[in-house]
DNA sequence: CTGTTAGCGCATTCAA
DNA sequence: TTGAATGCGCTAACAG
């Protein structure tokens, strides 16, 4: 046991139990060619096996094109939405044998741009990033730099992304709570340097419109995905001389502090006011009041966004919302 | 710009241009050392910072001893409380000029293994693990195998540690509600196996001794973090024949589902119910009903973690944590 | 299919 | 203090 996590055997300790040269045993041991069945095979998998040997990934990435590693790039860890999607991309890596590396920029692009070099100097095949901003060239700069990549959940319209489709899942937010009655929708919005936003924000827009809802630029409020800037722009609109009888926020999270700004002012949940969220993160469904939301296959998304970057797959996928309808979202109560 | 991602410039480019060796230069951009004053360490450094030199970690690691990187163990990342700890851990190492790897491992002793194994066979120079259980010996084989470790949230009483004085915390939330008038106060714990949720017992123990409080064991439920497992303990412990008027749950997520289950029985907190959690995650304060809780500096854990793994230092560290009084916990009503 | 040779980028001998 | 030489563990190019 004691030897077990010691550094263990090299390639030659295995070639030289498997009577074989390094070369042969390097070979033999290359998991990217098809395994090969002859008998040396065997003898070089059984001698690895018996020693314990595993890969020195930094020498061979020395000699190999690539590192087998993915470079992961996301605005904050502390996002139950992060949190999930980099899981599900470790878990598509572990699934290819293939190691990630994340690290957070706090959507700052300065910090982004370190982050990125940082990755970039351990040699990473590729990144993942969900941190696309349009009011930012650094992708611009990726494409042209011959840097693989591909963006996730917030796409540029340009490099390859992985998304969900943000419009339609705005649109079928607002479809929801005009099939509850509401006319008077208010929309927490989130940064407009953000696709998933401003898709989020044209898919509600066209919905207002279908359902002939009401359409005043003082219903939409807000610029952040946080709790904070949720409780914010909600208490703005609730605070309106004809306030609205629905909340449609961008994210779970600001739906959450929709629901305290509610809260605060003595409004009931969703007695005064229905509140859909986005994301659908675990916590949604266990709300006191549980969270109406937009579902997102974040483990699709990160399947998805592994395999345009490895596979050489080419375009983006867009990935369908699914509303779900919980107890923050009734029909309006008749006046 | 399109080279500035690029394969950079190597220390055989930088010697060139400084007109140096490539041992040289080496040897004057080791940051181990003091960083020399000499005209020749001067050039050497220009010509790195004029080139984007950046030391290629694979290759050095191979002849260094060690590889500036150290692997992080937590249960899972989806966890507000992990995120953020890793993010602090993340960060300071940027500080210290290393980097860190993370793994999750869901808290399953055979998935702990596999993900130590790959963090090691990356030749990490330490673990910081969140992952301690008292009911498996993995923290035992890495002390016997001589690997360098330290853990942190969670403790076994032997390896070095950064915890909070998970102790002290339990205590310090019955005694906030012993104070607020409260007789019966139920008990929502987390899993046997986690030193923290066995020292918050503890302490809640003494805090209902020392105040006073009834101590049926009927008035202790639960045995997860999650906010199912919240949920379904209060939901039990509100159901008793005699009901507590207050609960304090081991973490924020399982307070959360407390209240749930609270609302799902028709009581309001912290009307019917007063509700106590613990970390203080950043929701907390944000909720409709904003949530009381036992603050954790997270922060100050994982700075103490690097510290203890890298800096040789011996022994453990126990931070202080901090009883934040909020909306959920309330004077029990007068019947 | 095999072994020999060369070298990835770097840090460390050692001799100057 | 410097530079030449050596090799970390591995893979790729080559010849057999």
Known sequence: MSQEFTRGATLKDVAEKAAVSISTASRLLDDRHASKTTETARRVREAAALLGYRRDYAA???????????GVLVPRLSDAV??????????????????????????????????????????????VLTTARTDDDFIAELRSAGVPHVLAL???????????????GGYLAIRHLADL??????IVAGPTYASSATMRLAGARRGMLESGLDIDEELFAGNGFSVEAGEEAAGRL??????????????????????TAAARRGLNTPGDVSIVGYNDIPLARHL???????????DLIAQGAVR????????????????????????????
């Open 288 to 298: 006191p009041t549980s969270l109406s939301s937009v579902r997102v296959s974040l």
């Open 308 to 335: 345009l970057l490895l596979d050489a797959e080419e375009g983006s996928r867009v990935f369908p919302p699914t509303m779900i309808p919980r107890q923050s979202s009734a029909r309006i109560r008749p006046v």
């Open 60 to 70: 061979s990435s020395l000699r190999r094109t690539g590192t087998s590693t993915i």
């Open 82 to 127: 992060m949190g999930i999607f980099y899981e599900e991309i470790a878990r598509e890596c572990e699934r290819r044998d293939l190691s990630a590396l994340v690290a957070t920029t706090g959507d700052d692009p300065h910090r982004l741009r370190l982050a990125a070099q940082s990755l970039l100097s351990r040699k990473v095949d590729g990144l």
């Open 181 to 186: 009655g509401h006319r008077r929708v208010g």
């Open 154 to 168: 917030r796409t540029d319209g340009i490099s390859p992304s992985a998304t969900t489709d943000d419009e339609l």
């Open 238 to 259: 609730l605070g309106l001389p004809r306030p609205p009888t629905a909340l449609f926020a961008f994210t779970d999270h600001s739906a959450i502090g929709a629901m």
